[in-house]
Each structure stands twice: as C-alpha cells, then as structure tokens.
C-alpha cells in the first residue's frame, strides 16, 4: 500500500476561512449567514490553532492547562457578553453564542470550561437573578475573579429536575436559606468546576417556605474559601478520570444545613421577604418552572452548536485527507486513485458534509430567534415556547449528528485518524457526552414532541365546528407553513412548484420543502389521534408511542 500521504493530517484550521476565494468563500460566508463579520471577527480574535490541548496530558495536567488557557482568553478580553436579562439586546445574546462557538473550533475543555463558568453559572446569575444579584456576582463571575459552579444534577434525578431533592428551608427566625442534601441520592453529581475550582454555586433544590414546598429554585452557595477549602457542612468529592473533556473537574457536592443569607436566592421567578411570606409573579407552579429553565434555553443552544463545529472540524479533516491521501493504482494509469475519487468513499463524506450545512443554517435560524426572543421582554410566550422547542431538537439533532460523524470520519483517514495528533479521538472523546448534558438527546425529543402536540392542540382543540371547517381550508391553502414558522422564503418556495408541472417540480427546491412539511403534518396528525383515542394518564399506553 502506498503511503504517499503521513500523518499529521491537513491543518483544516489554519485561517478563519475569511481568506478563500471563489467556492469556498461563498459557502463559508453562506455558512456563516447573517452573521458572517461577527464570527469571522471571533475565529481572527480567538484562533483555534492557539488552543489545541496536548493529548498526552494526564488528568490533573489536563486541568491545569485549560484553566489557564481559559484565563488568557478572558484575559484578552472573551467571555464578557453574558448580560442581564434587563441589558439584553439581540446584539448581546447573539455575541454571546458566538463567543461559545467560536472557541468549541478549538479545545473542547477549553469551551466547556467556560460553557460551565459563564454560560451556566453566570448564565443562572444573569438568567434568575434580580439587579442587585447582578452588579454583586456577574462581573467577577465573567472575569473569573470567582469560579462557580451549576449545580442540578443530583445521582438520584438527572433528566427529571422538578423531582430534585435538595432543599432550600427559609429559617424565618435567623432571615437565612438551610440548604441541605436528605439522602445519599440527593448529592449534586457530575458537577464542573466542583472537584477543584469551585468557590460558590448556583444550586437548584427545592424551596420550602413555611413548610410548604415552592417548587425548583435556585440559591448561591459558598463551597470553598479563599484557600480553597472546603466550607463547614459542604462536603466535595472528585468524579475522577472521564471519557472525554478531562481538562473539566467534574465533581459531586453535599450539604448538611448550609446556612445562606436570604439574598442569596436568585429569586427572579420567586422570592421570600424577612417575614417568610413568598410571592411570585408567576402563580402556576409549574409554569414558574418551566419559566426558569426556559431562562436557562441558551445553554442548550450552545451544545448543539458547539456539536455542529465539531462535526465540521472532523469533517474538514477527512475530507482533505481523502483528497491528498491515494491507495491502489489507477487501471489506466500509473497514478494512485485519491481516496476522494471513490464513490463509497464520497457516500461517506459527501452527504454529511451536506447535513453539516442543512443543520448549520437551521442553527443560524435558531440563534436569530434566541437574539430576538430572549431580548423583548414582552416576548409572545408562543415564541418562547417555539424556542424551547427548536433549541431542544436541534441540540439532539446536532449532537447525534457530531458522534457518528466524528465516527465516520475517523475511519475514513484509516490508521491516521487513530492517532491522538491528528485530533480525532480527542474531538469524538469529547463531543460524545454533548449527547447527555443539557438534556439528554431522547429526553429532549420527547419534549418537542410535546411542544408540537401543545402546538397542535392550540391550532385545532380551541376551534368550533365551523373554525375547524375554516381552519382546514386555510390549512389545504398553504398555511401549513405559517403553522409551523418555516416563514416565508418556503412559502415563496412552495407557491412556485405548485405552478410547475408534475416532472419539473419533483426537482424543485420548494417541492422538497412542502413534502416535509406534508410529513410533519402527517406524523403530528397520526400521533394526536393516537393520543385522543389514548387514555393519557395511562402509562403504558402514552409509552407505547414511543415505541
Ligand atoms: C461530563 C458531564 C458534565 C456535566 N456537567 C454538569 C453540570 O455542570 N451541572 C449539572 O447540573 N449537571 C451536569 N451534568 C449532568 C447531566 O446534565 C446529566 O447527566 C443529564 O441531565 C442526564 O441525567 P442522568 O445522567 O441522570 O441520566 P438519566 O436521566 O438517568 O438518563 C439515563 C438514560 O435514561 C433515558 N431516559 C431517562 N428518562 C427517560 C424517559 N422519560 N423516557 C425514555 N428514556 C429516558 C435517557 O435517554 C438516558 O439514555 C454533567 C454530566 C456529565 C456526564
């Protein structure tokens, strides 16, 4: 077998792409959409060859090197556009998503590293704190001056978080929260920054005020001081070695009636004044919790687009390779074939490379909506409610995708794509878990196929006979993609195969869009009346549907 072709493999990094010309440059720009200049602005600030983390390194090495890291680029000014909910502006929330992306082109630690301090720690401070909450802990949070933690998951409950057990007891009497872990099960678990680095944490339990029990909130808790030990009653244990992201101390938390101040709660969504009485704006329980995890939606939003660079990393690599790389003699020539000129070697490549522009547009959809949504205040809870939706099966269409695309790339450089330099192992290593945090991937599914019924119920359950008579002629003339928010563009898409004939329109870009559309409304329709001949608070029966 010839090696013409050693590794390391090609550098697809080099750049930020802004240099190509001709095809190339289109489709990064296209790529890139409507916010080309901001993330080619990030990728020349932030370069992912000034991040690649040395795979030899052990565990506690590991961790050293991508705190560090993390604190140079903050030190060159990353990470500073998490705001308030109060100073939100699309600008800001777009920012800060690319900021997330840009550095997922590099170390996977490195972003997860700070996916944890300021997306999700300075995110639940930003998300579910009041102004005062923002001006004492944001800033120092962005800056690094303290290093928190988010801690939800509990070895008992993961995906299921109203079940969570910690409790967050008002003590009338002192003014002060107890917060405390029950039972074994009740520990926060899986926790980053919790094994080392960790100083205070946003903990999420259960608010018990007056002995009646609020639902999931969250309040800060001191885990270390300023020596780094461990506070009286927090006990913090080390998740050890893991299957990837090793730069990241994941770790677990106990706490035996840790006494917090009252101002401690992040009481956005719920708070308790000195005499003990709680308020809320949101009166319904359970949609006060689905308000504040909706506050949290970015860090979904961020996985799967974090998943989708790395898919494109690993597809650049392979496809470069498959370009450079040749095996066996050309029959009719003394040239060796590239392996790209193989039909099965394209099938594997070439329509991912096509499912990696697909999800990248729909990821810039979803981001504009984040920008938008998450910035107006007054925001129609219809559209907050979509963005939940979208955020929850792009995250697990985009992650799903990364595995068995890292997967596949992997085998298409052959024994080169084994070896740790050339990044591959590392990046399917580390973008496997994306599959099981925040949110795991069928979980997530689950909850759209929720959002599109809820959507379903509110076009078609409110109706009267006649509305239902009116809808159904609205929806065979093409409201169908009103419905569903695919907007315009496919509106224009879909009016124009419809006037072409039956052979031309098969090839027609909106033919394809409103078979789609056909689709999902035909799985929505089957699936609603599979429910409404369902006795729904039958387990076995909704669970059968999943089947
Ligand atoms: C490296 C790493 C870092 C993390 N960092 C943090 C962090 O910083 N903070 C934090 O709070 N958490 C963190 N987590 C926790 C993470 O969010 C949880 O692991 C995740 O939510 C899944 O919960 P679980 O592990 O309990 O899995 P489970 O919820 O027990 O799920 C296990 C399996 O059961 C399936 N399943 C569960 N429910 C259903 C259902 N209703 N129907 C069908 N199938 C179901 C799931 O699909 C999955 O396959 C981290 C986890 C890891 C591994």
Known sequence: MSTATASPLTDPLAGDGSAETGLGAALSTALDGAHHRRRVAGRAAFPADGMLRDPALGLAEARVWTLRRLGEFVAAGFGQSIVPVERATPETQLQSLIDFETITYGDQSVAIKSGVQHGLFGGAIAGLGTAAQHERFLTDALQLRILGCF????????????????????????????????????????????????????????????????????ILVPLRDADGATLPGVTIGDNGHKGGLLGVDNGWIRFDHVRVPRDMLLDRFGSVRADGSYSSTIDNPNRRFFSMLGALVRGRICIGGGAAIAARVALSIATRYGERRTQFRHPHSDEESPLLDYLAHQRKLLPAIARAYALGFAQNELIDDYGRVSSDAAHDPRDQRALETLAAGLKALNTEFANATIQTCREACGGAGYMSENRLTQLRADTDVFATFEGDNTVLLQLVAKGVLTDYRDVWGGLDRLGLVQASARLVGGAVIERTGAGLLAERLVATARRKGDATAFYDRGWHAWMFEERERHSVDSLARRLRAADRDSFEQVNAMQD
């Open 151 to 218: 801690a939800m998951t509990e070895r008992g409950h993961g995906s299921d978080v109203a079940s969570l057990e910690t409790t967050i007891s008002y003590d009338a009497d002192a003014g002060e929260f107890v917060v405390h872990s029950p039972h074994e099960s009740s520990a926060k678990t899986y926790i980053g920054n919790a094994a080392a680095d960790g100083h205070l944490a946003t903990v999420f339990g259960q608010l018990i005020v007056d002995g009646v029990n609020q639902g999931v909130h969250c």
